[in-house]
């Protein structure tokens, strides 16, 4: 299997965002990315620029940032689907995904259904998202640095250039080779541009301190709260059926949360987040873990605020 390390340069409508195309706030315009074999060895490299067809300007955020100008794109680029199918080709079948961030393989595939090349990339997609690994190697977990940041820190020489996409690429691919191996494989990310479509595509994944169950899409929140898998909670450790020690309740409705206890293991948590998907119905991410006491504190205390600041916004409203 090889790594490919892909970074992404995108303009977006040089007008603001009342006049941008919904299907396509940011356009891709250049694409980058560094091949590496099994043992982390950087074998081959990919540079395209896309000629611009749906913005006709640069927008000046992104005049800053990126290294060509509008009029390089229109005279050197090729069309995005040409460029997009020779880097499919470029990766060949086996091969894991590797972005800095969470952005790259999101914006990549709104642009792939933007020209109706969905079958170019099955998701949900598998990846590893390196400035998450370079945070649990190196920092703490929710630590997220920026590249040139990460690249000085691990004192990776740099030639000044940043956000030229295949100069980011092989950045990062430098940061990949010094993530050991076992972080690499026991934290991969997974992109829901793309959600499971049906319950036998729905995902359950295990990870070191908890695990992740990926819904498929529902017509409305409630709908998804609404679902037995995704209520239903099982302890960490034992995988056995467990009480509900504190229900369901949710912040301002995006998160939800409930407490349960194995009579074996202790207290197991639940968290869902609901997220609009693509094509604008919802799913949901849970997660389940162990917690201590004192977790169990934090979290009666902070449904008793919820309460209470509901409270009195019905007194408000009532008035
Ligand atoms: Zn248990």
Not at 156 to 172: C, K, R, S
Not at 270 to 288: L, M, Q
Request: net charge positive; charged share 35%.
């Amino acid at each position: 299997m090889n790594y490919i390390v892909l970074d992404l340069e995108w303009n977006q409508c040089p007008y603001g965002k009342d006049r941008e195309i919904r299907r396509l706030p940011f356009e891709i315009v250049e694409i980058g990315a560094v091949k590496l074999n099994s043992e982390k060895e950087i074998v081959d490299t990919f540079h395209g620029l896309v000629r611009p067809a749906v913005y006709h300007r640069l927008h000046f955020r992104t005049k800053e940032v990126i290294a060509v100008s509008f009029e390089e794109l229109k005279r050197e680029g090729r069309p995005f689907p040409e460029v997009v199918r020779a880097f499919f080709r470029w990766c060949g079948d086996d091969c894991r995904f590797c972005t800095f961030g969470t952005l790259d393989l999101t914006e990549l595939q709104r642009n792939l259904s933007y020209y109706k090349l969905d079958d170019l990339l099955k998701g949900p997609v598998f990846y590893e998202d390196v400035q998450k690994l370079f945070a649990i190697a190196y920092e703490t977990r929710k630590e997220r640095r920026a590249l040139s940041y990460v690249v000085d820190f691990l004192g990776i020489e740099d030639n000044g250039e940043f956000h030229q996409a295949l100069d980011d690429a092989v950045y990062t691919a430098k940061v990949l080779q010094r993530i050991p191996d076992d972080v690499i494989l026991k934290n991969f990310s997974i992109d829901c541009y793309r959600t499971p479509k049906s319950r036998e595509e729905e995902i359950r994944v295990r990870y070191e301190t908890y695990e992740k169950f990926i819904s498929r899409e529902f017509k409305s929140k409630e709908a998804v709260m609404g679902d037995r898998l995704i209520r239903q909670v099982r302890c960490f450790a034992c995988g056995e059926y467990v009480r509900r020690e504190i229900p369901w309740f949710s912040d301002a409705g995006k998160n939800y949360y409930t407490v349960c206890k194995c009579p074996n293991h202790g207290y197991v948590k639940s968290k869902v987040r609901v997220r609009k998907a693509a094509d604008g119905e919802y799913f949901g991410i849970k997660t389940t873990k162990m917690i201590g006491d004192t977790d169990v504190d934090k979290i009666l205390k902070k449904q008793s605020f919820l309460k209470a600041k509901r409270r009195r916004k019905g007194r408000e409203d009532d008035e």
